[in-house]
């Protein structure tokens, strides 16, 4: 169980969290998204689920963690808007048993790999679940950027960035903007 480590309150909810499984047989230890601990233990497969309290910055974080090892994520929303959660703060314990009955899914979102290669070679790699965004920098001048989608190549771009976006990323682009709100699939 994981709270962003800027919000107190939702370090209080998760120790909350992680007393209540105790209670249920369940050893679910917690920490804020910073405690290398934790990331190391999500990293090495030791946990089924990870539960994560906060804002949906928290669960981005959460998605950059889990998805290069297969954990899913139950959100559990202590921020303010909340687009990325399955239960708010105040009822987490009902979202709890009900998957403890075994009566929860598992919504699996489009996510993005990015790359950064150099003469070939990947320097980085990172996984979104929102975006991924290619910009000049502080230099100002155009950029030419080559885009491939599954090894093919799609486009070459002369301009400012790029923004590649999942269907989450570009809702949430659309929220923000007073747009339409679809459906993640």
Same mark, same amino acid.
């Given at each position: 169980?994981?709270? #962003?480590?800027? $919000? ?21 230890? #917690?920490? *804020? ?11 090495? %497969?030791?946990?089924?689920? $990870?539960?994560?309290? %906060? ?8 998605? #950059?963690?889990?998805? =290069? ?24 314990? %009902? ?7 075994? +009566? ?16 070939? +070679?990947?320097? *980085? ?6 975006? /991924?965004?290619? *910009? ?9 950027? *080559? ?19 999942? =269907? ?5 682009? /659309?929220?923000?903007?007073?747009? =339409?709100?679809? =459906?993640?699939?």
């Amino acid at each position: 169980v994981t709270a #962003h480590p800027k $919000l107190p309150d939702g370090l209080k909810v998760a120790g909350a969290i992680s007393e209540y499984l105790k209670t249920q047989g369940i050893d679910a230890p #917690h920490g *804020s998204l910073n405690d290398e601990d934790l990331r190391k233990q999500v990293k090495q %497969g030791k946990f089924d689920l $990870l539960a994560a309290v %906060g804002g949906d910055g928290t669960m981005l974080r959460a998605a #950059h963690l889990c998805a =290069p090892c297969g954990v899913p994520i139950l959100g559990i929303n202590h921020g303010r808007l909340g687009f990325l959660f399955q239960t708010e703060s105040g009822n987490w314990q %009902g979202m709890i048993d009900t998957l403890l009955k075994g +009566e929860g899914w598992i919504e699996n979102r489009m996510m993005l790999r990015a790359e950064h290669l150099r003469s070939g +070679e990947i320097i *980085s790699k990172w996984y979104a679940l929102n975006d /991924a965004v290619v *910009s000049r920098g502080q230099f100002v001048r155009p950029v030419h950027l *080559s885009a491939s989608v599954d090894g093919l190549k799609l486009a070459t771009y002369v301009a400012d960035g790029l923004i590649a976006s999942t =269907p989450t990323g570009s809702t949430a682009y /659309a929220l923000a903007a007073g747009g =339409p709100i679809l =459906p993640p699939e």
